[in-house]
């Protein structure tokens, strides 16, 4: 098992930049493929963005593409999501995801909610206009 803290939301203008965190605890971290998602108030979770288990690999939502980075620092068991020339539109509950990959074979990344094994609780990022 693995347990996800998310950290680094907040309040900022549009045009602004925040970094998410997402710390991890339990099972080896090099084994999660890892993801971020977000749900913004009444609108379905979506895919934002997925790292490989190494780093290698890195996918992100067309929405996104450009303005956020993904990264992780498997000696820290952290994620992260870098976003830069943020929009209101950015404006979500930002969620961490891991999918276990015990033979660190197999898809690169997964951009489908169903295919990751534990979530975080969420942090919330707010943009305003």
């Known amino acids: 098992q693995v347990q996800l803290v998310e950290s680094g939301g907040g309040l900022v203008q549009a045009g602004g930049s925040l970094r998410l965190s997402c710390a991890a605890s339990?099972?080896?971290?090099?084994?999660?493929?890892m993801g971020w998602f977000r749900q913004a108030p009444g609108e379905d979770r979506e895919f934002v963005s997925a790292i490989s288990w190494n780093g290698g690999s890195k996918y992100y939502a067309d929405s996104v593409k450009g303005r956020f980075t993904i990264s992780r620092d498997n000696a820290k068991n952290t994620v992260y999501l870098q976003m830069n020339s943020l929009k209101p539109e950015d404006t979500a509950v930002y969620y961490c995801?891991?999918?276990?990959?015990?033979?660190?074979?197999?898809?690169?990344?997964?951009?489908?909610?169903?295919?990751?094994?534990?979530w975080g609780q969420g942090t919330q990022v707010t943009v305003s206009s």
């Open positions: 995801a891991a999918k276990y990959q015990p033979n660190r074979s197999g898809p690169s990344y997964y951009t489908g909610m169903m295919m990751y094994d534990y």
């Open positions: 339990g099972r080896t971290f090099s084994t999660y493929v």
